[in-house]
């Protein structure tokens, strides 16, 4: 027992420690001052190689690359993790949504200590067909997520359904390995078509991914035995997301990458609490799957007009609560907070607060302002809560709903 608390303690204040050493020393600057430039380089010399692509420019081309850029986006991923989940795939669902998180942290990391641009357009045609696309080109170029994601997700995928199949046989195995080939080689050109990466951003989401991958096919099944039957396990992994709000590195200019980490940071704490309280009952390894006797077509279409609709209203529950309970929570602290988004009142709060009012408040307060920064933004907090919510009604709620109807 207390060597699981040992670990535990020491990996927390690990993270901690890095939080405060790499604030003092400025890491993020000097890799940036490091690397930017050398990427920059690499951007502006890559872009005929993009304007020679782009001139076989097409509309069917478009919506092909369009499309795939969707299939393998962060927004697809979070409405097609559910469904793994209600279907019967637990482990995997449960696997892919961590590795998920993992990777938008790692990459989204990498995106703003590098702070490199994406091909200037013009010249290069930039195609952004839908909303999510247009915040992804407001993002940093290298690595290239989309590339990063799929070759974690898609690698991840074949070695689940091998392992889970036995298959052991030669034809199956090349098959798999050439369509994942296929897959991460379409993605990657697609996102050089579109204008949306230069070449050495696929490169570097290309090593990336296959760095991640390989971690964690290395400690994915301590994870996993960790979340279903660990000790601490709520307490641990709660601090772990507040930390890693902190451990984040600040960009150049602000993008929307810190919004999508602390999404998928929620997302991967409510996922962690849901399965460890009910991975008994409704998260085992012989629980109901598709296509069997015990889980129809039409029982699955069930639940999906059930559960859908309820994890849609959890989350703006989650929003609503967490935009009442987090200022009030701050202000008894001490802590000025601020909303550019959420709570427009927020707005201008704390803002133009002198540093010696700031000293007067209190212990956690100097702790936290260390830095030039004299209010935190209070949307980081209400984002969490509200992904944490959305994830856990998947795994707990919406499943709890299911057993008591008899879907």
Not at 23 to 38: A, D, E, G, I, Y
Not at 96 to 113: E, H, P, Q, R, S
Not at 356 to 369: M, T
Request: glycine share 8%; aromatic share 12%; with cysteine.
């Amino acid at each position: 027992m207390e060597s699981i608390i040992g670990w535990q303690v020491i990996f927390l204040c690990g993270i901690g420690f890095w939080i405060l050493i790499s604030s003092f020393f400025n890491v993020t600057r000097k890799l940036r001052s490091l690397t930017q430039p050398w990427v920059s380089r690499r951007v502006i010399s890559g872009t005929p190689i993009i304007l020679k692509i782009q001139k076989y420019q097409h509309r069917y081309l478009d919506a092909l690359f369009s499309g795939l850029s969707c299939i393998v986006s962060v927004p697809f991923y979070t409405a097609f993790l559910p469904l793994l989940f209600w279907t019967g795939h637990c482990k995997l669902a449960r696997q892919m949504t961590l590795l998920m998180a993992f990777c938008d942290y790692i990459g989204n990391c990498i995106k703003d200590v590098v702070s490199a641009p994406r091909p200037s357009s013009p010249p290069v045609r930039r195609v952004t067909a839908t909303k999510d696309e247009e915040e992804n080109a407001m993002e940093y170029g290298l690595p290239s997520s989309h590339t990063l994601n799929t070759v974690c997700l898609s690698g991840y995928l074949l070695h689940y359904i091998l392992a889970y199949n036995g298959s052991s046989d030669a034809f199956t195995q090349i098959f798999g390995f050439t369509m994942v080939c296929l897959v991460v080689g379409l993605t990657g050109f697609g996102r050089i078509y579109l204008g949306m990466h230069s070449l050495i951003d696929i490169i570097a989401g290309l090593a990336f991914g296959l760095g991640i991958l390989a971690i964690w096919l290395c400690v994915s099944e301590d994870i996993d035995n960790f979340i279903v039957s660990g000790q601490n396990v709520v307490s641990f992994w709660s601090a772990l997301s507040f930390l890693l709000l902190f451990a984040y590195p600040t960009p150049e200019f602000p993008t929307p990458s810190f919004e999508f980490h602390t999404a998928f940071d929620g997302v991967a704490l409510g996922i962690v609490i849901g399965v460890h309280q009910t991975f008994h009952q409704f998260h085992h390894e012989n629980v109901a799957r598709i296509f069997s006797r015990q889980l129809t077509i039409s029982a699955l279409a069930g639940r999906l007009l059930l559960g859908i609709p309820t994890i849609l209203i959890v989350k703006f529950c989650s929003k609503a609560l967490a935009k009442w309970i987090l200022p009030i929570l701050a202000n008894a602290l001490g802590i000025p907070v601020r909303s550019t988004t959420y709570v427009p009142a927020l707005n201008s709060i704390a803002s133009d607060k002198k540093s010696d009012e700031i000293k007067q408040s209190g212990y956690i307060q100097r702790l936290l302002f260390s830095s030039k920064q004299t209010s935190f933004d209070v949307d980081s907090g209400i984002r969490l809560i509200q992904y944490a919510g959305l994830a856990w009604s998947v795994v707990d709620l919406v499943p709890s709903m299911f057993s008591h109807l008899g879907l």
